[in-house]
């Protein structure tokens, strides 16, 4: 299906792997100008000349620390003045470590809450006035399956996450009328580096093997099995287009019915 997205302005952020590259990757295959940015600057630069190769009317990579509000403007205004605007913007974050809530302590929570929280508000800060501009846009937050059921040893992703999807029903209620779109995306378990991290934190924490590891993060998940990046990617690119005109406020999950949820 041709979304209609050829020349749309896009801007991605955390994409140097994971959810991140996998939307970024999608966007480009339909012809967007995809802007990644991140702090690895060698891998991002390697993703542009992927994207390129991949379709992407353009592509441009971009140094960015989540937790520098200066950092942040200074890439939202370097797209817009490329490009004249930006259309698209998935806000993309490292996820936070696991652990129970006893073990992790307050400078742990105070970092969480900059990288993953606060760094979305600075985000969208920078990004709304621009999609004003220019008439609107879509605005796409990748949080967790955590928003909707409870992720155990998961307490900062789930509760900073939680708050993103306070601020994205927020956004769409305040922005609708200047055409911008924002909904969450809350995947469950996905084959990527962040899921391989997690499953590592579990044997550690746990003492099991991997098999028994990976069995216990997809207990709940009635698909029996983890999620492929490149799928993720697809609906991001979906929601990102013409066909989701009437979509916002929403939070979708990508999660193989583990949240089982209404």
């Known amino acids: 299906m041709d979304l209609g997205l050829a ?3 896009a801007l991605v952020t955390a994409a140097s792997r994971g959810l991140g590259r996998a939307a970024a990757l999608a966007l480009a295959g339909e012809g ?37 509000p200066e950092a942040i403007g200074a890439g939202v205004a370097a797209v817009g003045e490329a490009w004249g605007g930006i259309d698209v913007m998935v806000g993309n974050t490292p996820g936070p470590p696991s652990g129970r809530f006893v073990d992790i302590d307050r400078a742990a929570w105070e970092h969480a809450i900059a990288e993953t929280l606060m760094a ?9 006035p621009v999609m004003r501009a220019g008439g609107g846009g879509r605005i796409l937050f990748i949080t967790t399956v955590g928003v909707k059921a409870v992720q155990p ?29 924002v909904n969450c995306l809350c995947p469950g378990p996905i084959a990527t580096d962040r899921m391989d991290e997690l499953v590592a934190a579990t044997m550690a924490r746990d003492g099991l093997d991997r098999p028994a590891a990976e ?13 492929r990046a490149e799928d993720f990617g697809a609906l991001v690119a979906m929601l990102a287009s013409a066909q989701a005109s009437f979509l916002t406020g929403a939070t979708i999950a990508v999660d193989g019915g583990k949240s089982r949820t209404y």
């Open 120 to 128: 979305m508000v600075d985000l969208s800060r920078a990004v709304v």
């Open 215 to 227: 069995a216990r993060w997809l207990a709940d998940v009635p698909l029996g099995r983890m999620g």
């Open 32 to 68: 967007v100008r995809v802007a990644v940015a991140g702090r690895r600057r060698a891998v991002l630069d390697a993703l542009a000349d992927e994207m390129r190769e991949t379709g992407a009317a353009d592509a441009m990579a971009l140094t960015m620390d989540l937790t520098r």
């Open 153 to 181: 040893e998961m307490v900062l992703s789930d509760s900073l996450r939680l708050a993103i999807v306070g601020l994205a029903k927020s956004m769409a209620l305040e922005l609708a009328g200047d055409g911008i779109l």
């Open 7 to 9: 020349g749309k302005r």
